[in-house]
């Protein structure tokens, strides 16, 4: 579904960037468009077109924002990102394919999850090392909080060119999901002193926090993907290339 409308986003500025959602679950918004300059008869001599087209988001609760460029020409097309959130307002760095890698459990591949994902700080402000995270612990990996972002997409030419962008809400979950191999149920085991509450008793070493690790599902994202769209239309092939595990 197509989330930019030509008229409006001429008009406007970083002050009135376009609002694309406010989001409490994974979803994917599809930002296509055309920059440069027109060179269009007007009152005032030749012009009209933009170079840059402002757009929002809101995070209703912690998340990751992932920018996937998938122009034809992506060279010619610049994305950027500001926290809103500060007075003046600061620019987040994207994280580009040579961050942090880790091996994939599927093929043994190094993959980079956080490539696309703007960074959670402008710096590893705190230096708390944790070696048992993924990100040691670095600020700059962690999912943005609660607030409202720009995104700024924005041609590098003189010349039209069409951008393509997948901008893809990823919700921090604290609740980790277990899923069985064959889809069987789990059964729970009631804990005495848990004043009847149930618990899954796992297995896991004593510095176990599930941050080892950080994927981002294809399933997940097409489920997002269909549930707000008509049936029928399709996942943007180039959003493949950002996820880890099907």
């Not at 880790?102 to 708390?128: E, H, L, R």
Request: proline share 6%.
């Amino acid at each position: 579904m197509t989330r930019v409308s030509q008229l409006p986003q001429r008009q406007r500025t970083v002050q009135d960037p376009l609002l694309i959602g406010s989001f409490v679950q994974t979803s994917i918004r599809y930002l296509r468009g055309s920059l440069g300059s027109t060179h269009q008869v007007n009152r005032g001599g030749y012009g009209g077109g933009t170079t840059n087209h402002w757009f929002k988001v809101k995070l209703e609760t912690a998340g990751w924002i992932i920018i996937a460029n998938g122009s034809v020409k992506p060279k010619f097309v610049n994305v950027s990102a500001y926290d809103l959130n500060r007075n003046p307002i600061e620019g987040r760095a994207i994280f580009q394919a040579d961050s942090i890698g880790q091996i994939s459990t599927t093929d043994g591949s190094k993959q980079y999850p956080y490539s696309g994902t703007v960074q959670g700080a402008q710096s590893d402000t705190y230096n708390t090392f944790d070696p048992n995270r993924l990100d040691r612990g670095d600020d700059r990996y962690f999912a943005l909080p609660v607030g409202e972002y720009l995104i700024c997409i924005s041609s590098v030419r003189h010349e039209p060119v069409d951008y393509a962008v997948g901008v893809i809400i990823e919700i921090s979950d604290p609740f980790p999901l277990i899923l069985t191999e064959d889809f069987s149920r789990l059964i729970y085991e009631d804990d005495p002193d848990a004043d009847g509450d149930d618990a899954i008793i796992c297995d896991t070493t004593p510095n176990f926090t599930g941050d080892d690790t950080h994927d981002h599902s294809l399933a997940e994202w097409k489920t997002a993907w269909n549930r707000e769209r008509q049936p029928g239309e399709p996942f943007p092939a180039f959003l493949e290339a950002y996820t880890t595990t099907q």
